[in-house]
Each structure stands twice: as structure tokens, then as C-alpha cells.
């Protein structure tokens, strides 16, 4: 069974919007959840590490909660911008082993 | 600074050639290593993770291999290639012993096409 799922495939927002995305979780609530970003071509790029204690984390324009009721993350990125153009993926760890990754979300930012 | 080097870049191999992945770390000792690979329109699925020398688990059955000859490197093998193996290949590390709060880095990955 999918132990964490990203529902959308894409997203299409204008420049100078929040770009909102949804990564649900089932079983279990994970000590942390984890997001990245990848270029097409690219290996991901570590963004943010938000623990089950934490309700919300914020880098520069990126905003991201833990939401454990509604076992969600949410990931924000405000202002955004045509750069901002990439694959999220949200992962989490499950038991011993290492990290489970989402599909991903396709982040297109339109000028 | 860590810096991770994987290679080659990208293969072309003919159904049930072999197949070698290599993949090296610099600036650490003792990381936790992966072995990752990304089909088209799925997610990152983890093939292999080690914990040191010599220690592989395998995550999914199938006929790829994987050793950690050496702290720092790991190789991804196949003694015969399926048409199913392509993909993008994506090796990575991360530090603490149990995974908790385990940030992962990653290479710049290895586009395999069999054919």
C-alpha cells in the first residue's frame, strides 16, 4: 500500500502567486517529512526537514506544516516565480529503513 | 564540503548485457549509501541501502546486485539487463546510523536505456 502520496501530477499557477502542494501520509505519523526539488535530468535537491512537533517551517519563500490529524504536509511557496519550475517531492521515513519518496509534483510557474 | 560522483552520465546496453553503476562519495566516512532508480511517470523507487562495508539490503527482488567495496563506494550491477531495467539511476548518501532526521544527498544520476 502507498505509504505517502503526492495527488497532484502537475500544477500550473501564474508568477507571483502561492504555489500550494498536498503530500498525505497514511499508517503511522513519521518523526519528520522532508521535502525536495528536482530539475528535469537532475537528482532531487534536499529543501526542508519539518518534524512531527513542528507545525509549520519556514526557508525564505518557502513555508511548509505537519498537519498530523489530517496525517498532511503542505508545502507553500509564496511570490513564486518561472525559477521556482521543477518536480517537489515529499518523503518520509518508514521504520528502520530509509526514506519513502512521493511521485512528486510538477510545479509549473507561468510568467 | 561532501561531494558525490556517480557514472557514467548516461548508457545505451542491449538486452542482457551487463550492467555497472559506480558511485563514490568524498568528504565523509562511513555514510549510509542508496542506490534509487526513477522510471518514467513513477517515483523514486530504493533499490539497495548500506550501512557500511560489505552490508547491502536489498528493497526490491530483481536482478540487479549491489557491494560496497570500499566506505565510500558503491556499485550497481546486472549480469543481464531487461528491457524493464531502464531508467534513471540515482545514487545518494546520508549520514546518521538509523536514518532519523536523515537528510539525503544525491548524485547527478545515470540515464540507462536498454534496448
Known amino acids: 500500500s502507498q505509504k505517502i502520496e503526492q495527488n497532484s501530477e502537475a500544477l500550473n499557477i501564474q508568477e507571483g502567486k502561492t504555489a500550494t502542494l498536498t503530500c498525505n501520509y497514511t499508517n503511522y505519523s513519521p518523526a519528520y517529512l522532508q521535502w525536495y526539488r528536482q530539475d528535469p535530468g537532475r537528482g532531487p535537491v534536499f529543501l526542508l526537514l519539518i518534524r512531527e512537533n513542528e507545525k509549520e517551517k519556514r526557508k525564505e519563500r518557502l513555508k511548509v506544516t505537519f498537519d498530523t490529524t489530517l496525517k498532511q504536509s503542505l508545502f507553500h511557496i509564496t511570490a513564486s516565480q518561472p525559477a521556482d519550475s521543477a518536480t517537489y517531492l515529499c518523503?518520509?521515513?518508514?521504520?528502520?529503513?530509509?526514506?519513502?519518496f512521493g511521485k512528486g509534483t510538477r510545479l509549473s510557474v507561468i510568467a | 564540503s561532501q561531494t558525490i560522483h556517480q557514472w557514467p552520465a548516461t548508457l545505451v546496453q542491449p538486452v542482457g548485457s551487463p550492467l555497472s553503476l559506480e558511485c563514490t562519495v568524498e568528504?565523509?566516512?562511513?555514510?549510509?549509501l542508496y542506490w534509487y532508480r526513477q522510471a518514467a511517470g513513477r517515483g523514486l523507487q530504493l533499490l539497495f541501502y548500506s550501512v557500511g562495508i560489505g552490508q547491502i539490503s536489498s528493497e526490491v527482488p530483481q536482478n540487479l546486485s549491489a557491494s560496497r567495496p570500499q566506505d565510500r563506494q558503491f556499485i550497481l550491477s546486472s549480469k543481464k539487463l531487461l528491457l524493464s531495467d531502464s531508467g534513471f539511476y540515482l545514487c545518494?548518501?546520508?549520514?546518521?546510523?538509523?536514518?532519523?532526521?536523515?537528510?539525503?544527498?544525491f548524485g547527478e544520476g545515470s540515464w540507462l536505456t536498454v534496448v
Open positions: 568528504g565523509t566516512s562511513n555514510p549510509n
Open positions: 545518494a548518501w546520508g549520514k546518521t546510523p538509523k536514518f532519523s532526521g536523515n537528510t539525503i544527498y
Open positions: 518523503a518520509r521515513p518508514l521504520g528502520n529503513t530509509p526514506l519513502v
